[in-house]
């Protein structure tokens, strides 16, 4: 007798593709901190020849690396199924906001794997089969 082999959850496909929902756009540096970057000066001082770092300027996201890229999606609107006509007749449909701040992310290896899996808790699950946008 032949018996079929199942193949673990481990050796299926490694997922790239990372469709998150925060509450806000206020949650971005907190939540994705692991992508934003911070600038600092090195300043030495010219009596004692000590260096210190100074902080320049506020975090921010690096939204492209060869690692990642990140696309940052907003609000997304859909369809409530009213149509909608504007003073000169034509129609459109009406659209509505779906709650949350929605970002994509897609990892190009595996550098930033442990980064992307750690925001398992704000993946849209599941993951939509009609992405509002998609990668190019």
């Known amino acids: 007798m032949i018996e079929e082999q199942t193949t673990p ?19 971005m540096p907190t939540t994705l901190a692991a992508f934003y970057k911070q600038d600092y000066t090195t300043i ?3 009596e004692t020849g000590e260096e ?3 902080v320049e300027g506020s975090p921010y996201l690096v939204q ?4 990642y890229a990140i696309d940052v999606v907003g609000v997304i609107h859909k369809p409530t199924g009213v149509t909608l006509t504007d003073a ?11 709650d949350g701040w929605h970002v994509n992310l897609r990892l190009s290896g ?3 794997r442990a980064d992307a899996e750690a925001l398992a808790d704000y993946l ?5 089969s009609t992405p509002s946008r998609v990668w190019l």
């Not at 299926?12 to 469709?19: I, L, S």
């Not at 492209?64 to 690692?67: G, S």
Request: with cysteine.
């Open 88 to 98: 000169d007749g034509s129609e459109c449909p009406e659209m509505a906001p779906l």
């Open 9 to 27: 959850l481990e050796d299926q496909a490694t997922r790239t593709d990372f469709y998150l929902k925060l509450a806000s756009e206020a949650e």
């Open 124 to 128: 849209v699950d599941p993951a939509p």
């Open 44 to 46: 030495v001082d010219p």
């Open 52 to 54: 210190s770092t100074q």
């Open 110 to 112: 595996d550098n930033k």
């Open 64 to 67: 492209t690396t060869a690692d």
